[in-house]
């Protein structure tokens, strides 16, 4: 059974950092694609960036030029390294998997505020 477990998240003032991990279990994932999600208070789930099993990435236009999506195969390790954070990037992240089907995580919370 494919699990996820995400760490990392936090509350920063605007202009901060913040790395977020997500660690995922049971299976070999190098041939997968993953990412990460946001879900703001009172909204949808917004996709924020992939990374496929080529390494190469996507990000949603709001996010661009801040965010950096990486990950460590060796490890099953997927990570979001945030800056210049915004009030506007408040949210639960959740990342996600594509390994035979899509597994989510139990979302962290990242909360910028002054």
């Known amino acids: 059974q494919v699990q996820l477990v995400e760490s990392g998240g936090g509350s920063v003032q605007p202009g901060g950092s913040l790395r977020l991990s997500c660690a995922a279990s049971g299976g070999s994932f190098s041939a997968s694609s993953m990412g990460w999600y946001r879900q703001a208070a009172g909204r949808q789930r917004d996709w924020v960036a992939t990374?496929?099993?080529?390494?190469?990435?996507a990000y949603t236009d709001s996010v661009k030029g801040r965010f950096t999506i990486s990950r460590d195969n060796a490890k099953s390790m997927v990570y979001l390294q945030m800056n210049d954070l915004k009030p506007e990037d408040t949210a639960v992240y959740y990342c996600?998997?594509?390994?035979?089907?899509?597994?989510w995580g139990q979302g962290t919370q990242v909360t910028v505020s002054s």
């Open positions: 990374i496929r099993p080529d390494s190469s990435t």
């Open positions: 996600y998997i594509d390994y035979r089907a899509r597994t």
